[in-house]
T-cell receptor, first 117, second 109 residues
Framework: GAVVSQHPSRVICKSGTSVKIECRSL??????MFWYRQFPKKSLMLMAT?????????EQGVEKDKFLINHASLTLSTLTVTSAHPEDSSFYIC?????????????FGEGSRLTVL | GQNIDQPTEMTATEGAIVQINCTYQ??????LFWYQQHAGEAPTFLSY??LDGLEEKGRFSSFLSRSKGYSYLLLKELQMKDSASYLC??????????WGAGTKLIIKP
């Protein structure tokens, strides 16, 4: 079945640095990808919808300048956490929609755990 | 390896009760989530279980048995809007979510 891969799965960085997380659809093209954030024992929180070739649509309360999203190709979206702070430590998950079918089914990546020291 | 097993599809009648089972094998365990996903939409959180037993939340209940690697989602008083996919997702020892393929629930009048 369809596979979505995220990289890195775990990253530790110093406060003030930037971290890039990649989300790739491995065997299908995805015009739309979603980025989520999840705190321990909490539900997924949709951060933004990433559209290939255009600007991402951010959910209310999500800082666009802090969480930069780039969807430059049909198989790759990136999330860059800029000037990371300890409160940005979280679990980030992406999902991608297989637009070749009519179901609009979403496939999820494995997630990336960010720890900011 | 890590594995999630859910039925691919289930059909139930409006007003009835349905139980969606999930068995899992993970490297460590830090709880299990159930999500609902309507076609073409982002998933929405339904429940989180970390201890054995039943968690009730309105029409939805979720059960967990850690020793058996088993969970189920119970939906009561089914409504047409409950037609969706239901995703079982345990957390492994590294807090990686292990996603199942989901169960497509079809509600018939």
């Amino acid at each position: 079945g369809a596979v979505v891969s995220q990289h890195p799965s775990r990253v530790i960085c110093k406060s003030g640095t930037s971290v890039k997380i990649e989300c790739r659809s491995l065997d299908f093209q995805a015009t739309t990808m979603f980025w989520y954030r999840q705190f321990p024992k909490k539900s997924l929180m949709l951060m933004a919808t990433s559209n290939e070739g255009s600007k991402a649509t951010y959910e209310q309360g999500v800082e666009k300048d802090k969480f930069l999203i780039n969807h430059a190709s049909l198989t790759l979206s990136t999330l860059t956490v800029t000037s990371a702070h300890p409160e940005d430590s979280s679990f980030y998950i992406c999902s991608a929609r297989d637009t070749s079918g009519d179901t609009g089914e979403l496939f999820f990546g494995e997630g990336s755990r960010l720890t900011v020291l | 390896g890590q594995n999630i097993d859910q039925p691919t599809e289930m059909t139930a009648t409006e007003g009835a009760i349905v139980q969606i089972n999930c068995t899992y094998q993970t490297s460590g365990f830090n709880g299990l989530f159930w999500y609902q996903q309507h076609a073409g939409e982002a998933p929405t959180f339904l429940s989180y279980n970390v201890l054995d037993g039943l968690e009730e939340k309105g029409r939805f209940s979720s059960f967990l048995s850690r020793s058996k690697g088993y969970s189920y989602l119970l939906l009561k008083e089914l409504q047409m809007k409950d037609s969706a996919s239901y995703l079982c997702a345990p957390w492994d020892s590294n807090y990686q979510l292990i996603w199942g393929a989901g169960t497509k629930l079809i509600i018939k009048p």
